[in-house]
């Protein structure tokens, strides 16, 4: 009791709503988001590259709007673009269930994109605002504990109450969107915040003349970049394409994609802090070898498996490559970012998420015009050649210092 007690007197109140929120929101939200493109299948009877199309376009567009956040921030007010955010993806989640119409099913994508990227950007600047900076670390910690957890067991439990990917679990995904929106909004109100616009943090704006010219002048940040493009094309399309391919041609395919989705979540909750510990005594770029190398492996596996068994070896396989992969590439950007620039650098690694765009469209078009085993093979190869941008990236930033290390001390 004293622990808890402790724990609750560490954070600020709006903290601990945003962090108990995140499980709320991850949990029914893994009901919903990943069977989507079951349901648009079964439903509204789309093709499987129409409906990659629908999901990736969502974050294509919340990718690069999302660079915007925290200036539009400025001009609306933190509280209000992150309660505006959290009605938007309630209207989103309704939407995809109350429509047949491609365009308004592209529309609430969008919008459904729009609004995580803003909820995203303004909820980590809120929280930080409201945390003394020797907390930070802990408490994003925190935050990304609880994405996991809500992933983790929310699919199984969709798939336990026989609700995973249908009606009732987009209405329930959005009640509790909306619910939230409202406890906020009464937190938000009540509390002493002071939401000053004008504020930006310099850690996090971007200047997008700024961004140009660096992409094309950095060149190791560009080859991580196109490396962290392809490798987030073969995370990105993982789950809305093995989920049509379980549906079709396995028995009980989309209990086993329910299964599947937790023990990805899982994986991550036991295994993330044990592996990067370990791999810390390696260099990033082995870490980045070795997570390519395992998306790799994950990939061929659902390519030759027709059991749950082999399913499931190949997930936990996959999502080791996960473990290693993420952190990695975020602490390479880290390690060439100038300190005056870290909010330009960090927006253009932002753009490898235009894989998830590309992931879910073109793994739709594979699959439809081939078959799963090519598809999930052509996926293996995407992250073998990933490995050449990253190795290339590494190799000109490494002589790039030794030159400049020689340059001062000639001077």
């Known amino acids: 009791m004293n622990k808890i ?3 609750l007197n560490e954070y600020h109140p709006i903290v601990h709503s945003l962090i108990f929120g995140t499980v709320l929101i991850s949990l029914t939200s893994s ?4 069977f989507l493109a079951i349901y648009l299948s079964n439903v509204k009877e789309l093709s499987f590259s ?4 629908i999901i990736g376009v969502g974050p294509l567009i919340g990718t690069f709007c999302g660079l915007i956040g925290g200036v539009l921030s400025d001009f609306i007010g933190r509280k209000k673009l992150l309660l505006l955010s959290l009605l938007g993806l309630s209207i989103a989640f309704i939407g995809f269930i109350s429509t ?5 099913l592209v529309f609430f994508s969008i919008l459904r994109g729009l609004s995580q990227a803003f909820f995203a950007t303004i909820s980590k600047a809120l929280m930080a605002d409201l945390t003394p900076e020797r907390k930070r670390f802990r408490m994003f910690s925190n935050r990304y504990f609880a994405t996991n957890l ?3 067991i929310g699919p199984m439990i969709g798939a336990l109450l026989g609700i995973g990917g249908s009606m009732i679990a987009f209405v329930l995904t959005s009640i509790i969107y909306m619910l939230y929106g409202l406890v906020l909004f009464s937190m938000l109100k009540n509390s002493s915040y002071n939401d000053q616009k004008g504020e930006a943090n310099d850690e996090e704006s971007v200047d997008l003349a700024l961004l140009w010219k660096v992409l094309r002048s950095d ?3 560009l080859f991580f970049i196109v490396g962290g493009i392809l490798l987030t094309t073969v995370h990105g399309q993982m789950s809305v394409t093995l989920s049509q391919y379980l549906k079709d041609n396995i028995i009980g395919g989309v209990t086993l994609f329910a299964v599947l989705m937790s ?6 909750l036991f295994f993330q802090l044990p592996l990067t510990r370990w791999s810390e005594r390696y260099s990033l770029f082995q870490r980045i070898l070795s997570g390519c190398i395992l998306f790799a492996i994950g990939e061929s596996g659902f390519a030759f498996s027709d059991t749950w068994i082999g399913f499931i070896a190949s997930m936990f396989i996959f999502t080791l490559g996960e473990i290693f992969v993420i952190p990695a590439e975020y602490a390479q950007v880290d390690e060439i970012t100038p300190n005056e620039l870290r909010g330009t650098y960090y927006g253009a690694q932002s753009l490898g998420e235009f894989g998830n765009f590309i992931g879910p469209w073109f793994g739709g078009i594979l699959l439809s015009v081939y078959s799963g085993t090519i598809m999930f ?3 293996a190869f995407i992250s073998i050649l990933s490995i050449y941008f990253f190795y290339t990236g590494r190799q000109i930033y490494n002589k790039k210092a030794k030159s400049t290390i020689r340059t001062e001390e000639i001077v």
């Open 5 to 7: 007690k402790i724990y």
């Open 100 to 104: 047949s119409s491609i365009s308004l």
């Open 150 to 152: 809500g992933f983790s």
């Open 263 to 268: 023990l990805n979540g899982l994986t991550v």
């Open 31 to 34: 009901m919903s988001l990943p």
């Open 219 to 221: 060149v190791p940040l």
């Open 50 to 53: 129409t409906i990659g199309f």
């Open 377 to 379: 093979l052509f996926m």
